[in-house]
């Protein structure tokens, strides 16, 4: 008997051929879905061109991207000292604004200044109208008693000081120190006013009421450093001498 043409290899191979018919169809068939093939050696841009979802094969020893470091916030610019446009560096008046400084943390030249000059048009204003009212919280004591004593011989006399204040043209820090907590600062004011005293009978006895005149006057405010008053008080009035 034939054993190649036996029943039961005849039936195994015909399983066989079935079994790699259908295998062949499905395994050799495209459904659209499949990557292409990739090219590990090709540019990364080509590689991401081919993958259909976009994404990149990672090789095993591949380092992660370091994280961008954060803002780093920048120094401030450290502030200008004190006295810078008010005085010259390492000048009397430079050293005697720092001392301030150091212990009134909230001191500015500049606001001072301003204060300075809005007090001074009010002084020579009150003082020209004999309003004592307005010149006592703004004087010292001896100050006060100066301004007190010229209002009442003027009024004895029958005298009246008429005074327009104009203006101020300036207004320059001339010395500045501190002793103990006594801030002392001094003021050289230049200023427009037009002034003119008459007498009773309206004669002109000194000035102009019709001319513009030039003041130079030397102010000397001090304040207590360690109180919560932050008003300076006038201590000494001057001319340039």
Not at 10 to 15: D, E, T
Request: glycine residues 6%; aromatic residues 8%.
């Amino acid at each position: 008997m034939n054993h190649i043409f036996d029943p039961l290899n005849i039936f195994i191979l015909a399983v066989a051929v079935i079994v790699f018919w259908r295998l062949s169809t499905v395994l050799g068939r495209r459904t659209g879905n499949e990557r292409p093939p990739v090219d590990p050696f090709a540019p990364r841009e080509k590689l991401e061109k081919k993958l259909a979802d976009g994404a990149v094969p990672e090789r095993p020893n591949r380092r992660h991207a370091e994280p961008a470091p954060a803002n780093v916030p920048v120094a401030a610019a450290p502030a200008p000292p004190v006295w810078e446009g008010f005085a010259s560096a390492d000048s009397a008046v430079a050293q005697g604004l720092e001392k301030i400084a150091t212990i009134d943390r909230q001191f500015s030249p500049s606001a001072f200044l301003e204060g300075a000059k809005t007090a001074y048009e009010m002084i020579v204003t009150a003082f020209a109208a004999g309003d004592k009212q307005t010149l006592k919280p703004l004087l010292s004591r001896e100050v006060y008693e100066g301004f007190a004593r010229a209002i009442d011989q003027r009024r004895q006399a029958g005298e009246n000081l008429e005074t327009s204040f104009v203006g101020i043209d300036a207004a320059e820090l001339v010395a500045a120190d501190l002793a103990g907590k006594r801030a002392s600062l001094t003021v050289r004011f230049l200023s427009d006013q037009i002034s003119c005293r008459k007498n009773k009978s309206g004669d002109i006895l000194e000035g102009d009421p019709k001319k513009i005149r030039e003041i130079s006057d030397i102010w000397t405010f001090e304040r207590d450093v360690s109180s919560r008053d932050p008003n300076w008080t006038l201590v000494a009035t001057g001319e340039p001498g």
